[in-house]
């Protein structure tokens, strides 16, 4: 594999074995850069080592709660990324210490290191929000562009889709089990989901030094979908048919309040309140582009992907179904 020369040798990568991560972590090896995944059980990150050469990726101990473990974890490397973020809380990994404290924490490590931070935020991101993960993600872009400036870059995408999502699972493994499928809030809210590999391809450009510092790029995908829409995507890979129940936001917050009490909650009271806005690329960001195509990465549509991995939903796999239409039973 060619090394490249007057660029950034080695990239921590905070959260690197995650459901992004993993994919940054192929992008930034298949460029040649040796890759340090910063995290919590550096025993459960094994599944990387096949994603470079022997050696290139290696895995280290390291806690946003705790400044110390960030600055150790950054010590030495040439560049870094945050990639941590969670959905819903769970003893002490809340909204505030992971998204907001460790962000800061590992900027500030950054900048005692003179080093570069690319930070993964989202869409919707606000630090007046009424999201708790929204302000916290509006916070954490705060404290990142005022601690490194121009060192700084910001990714905020949509909903991401890929082989190990939880969005089009979670309704596709629902779908297998319920006569419908809920449509919360009437199932209006517009997503603009984003092919996992262009996110990673993304940040994979941004230590490349294709992208300009000091700024918030917003990625979305080539489509406007609602959430209804997104829903019958599903039952059309998935070759389903099911009754759709409109959810008002009353009842969703109350079983929000229900569900979040379980260990892994398919629904808690703050994901009913982000779904309340839309979460798609603003206008300001497409006119100065600063999304995925004005870097020059030709966003991937959502039914260009779904069936390579919604096939095993499906009540015959990969295998046609004789009891559903001829266009239901697309290859995989």
């Known amino acids: 594999m060619t090394e490249k020369t007057n660029l950034p040798k080695v990239v921590t990568v905070f959260g690197g074995s995650g459901f992004v991560g993993r994919h940054v972590v192929r992008a930034l090896a298949r460029r040649g850069y040796r890759v340090r995944v910063a995290v919590r059980r550096p025993d459960l990150a094994f599944h990387l080592q096949p994603l470079g050469d022997v050696g290139q990726i290696a895995a280290v101990q390291a806690n946003l709660r705790h400044r110390w473990s960030v600055e150790r974890a950054v010590e030495g490397a040439d560049a870094v990324f945050n990639l941590v973020g969670i959905l819903h809380e769970s003893g002490r990994q809340s909204f505030a210490a992971v998204q907001e404290f460790g962000a800061r924490a590992v900027a500030e490590a950054c900048a005692k ?28 872009e705060e404290a990142v562009l005022s601690t490194l400036g121009e060192k700084a870059i ?5 909903v991401i889709f890929g082989p190990e999502d939880d969005f089009f699972n979670k309704f596709a493994n629902m779908a297998r089990f319920s006569p419908f499928l809920p449509l919360i809030g009437g199932g209006k809210t517009k997503f603009q ?27 979305g995908g080539p489509e406007v979908l609602s959430f209804r829409q997104c829903m019958e995507e599903v039952l059309k890979v998935t070759q389903r048919r099911r009754f759709f129940v409109n959810i008002p936001w009353w009842a969703a917050r109350l079983q929000g ?42 966003g991937t549509t959502v039914d260009a992907i779904l069936p390579a991995y919604l096939w095993r939903f499906r009540e015959t796999g990969q295998f046609p179904n004789p009891n559903v239409p001829t266009e239901m039973n697309g290859t995989v």
Do not use: W
């Open 257 to 298: 309040r229900i569900l979040g009490l379980l260990p892994k909650p398919p629904l808690t009271v703050d994901q009913v309140t982000l779904l309340k806005s839309d979460n798609v690329v603003s206008p300001e960001a497409e006119q100065e582009g600063r999304t995925l195509g004005g870097i020059g990465i030709r």
């Open 154 to 158: 910001v990714m905020r995408p949509s």
């Open 193 to 219: 989901p984003v092919y996992v590999g262009d996110v990673a391809e993304a940040f994979a450009r941004a230590v490349d030094g294709d992208l300009v510092g000091g700024n918030v790029y917003e990625l």
């Open 113 to 140: 290191a003179d080093l570069p931070l690319v930070h993964m935020s989202a869409l919707g991101a606000d630090p007046d929000g009424e999201s708790e993960y929204a302000r916290t993600k509006g916070c954490a």
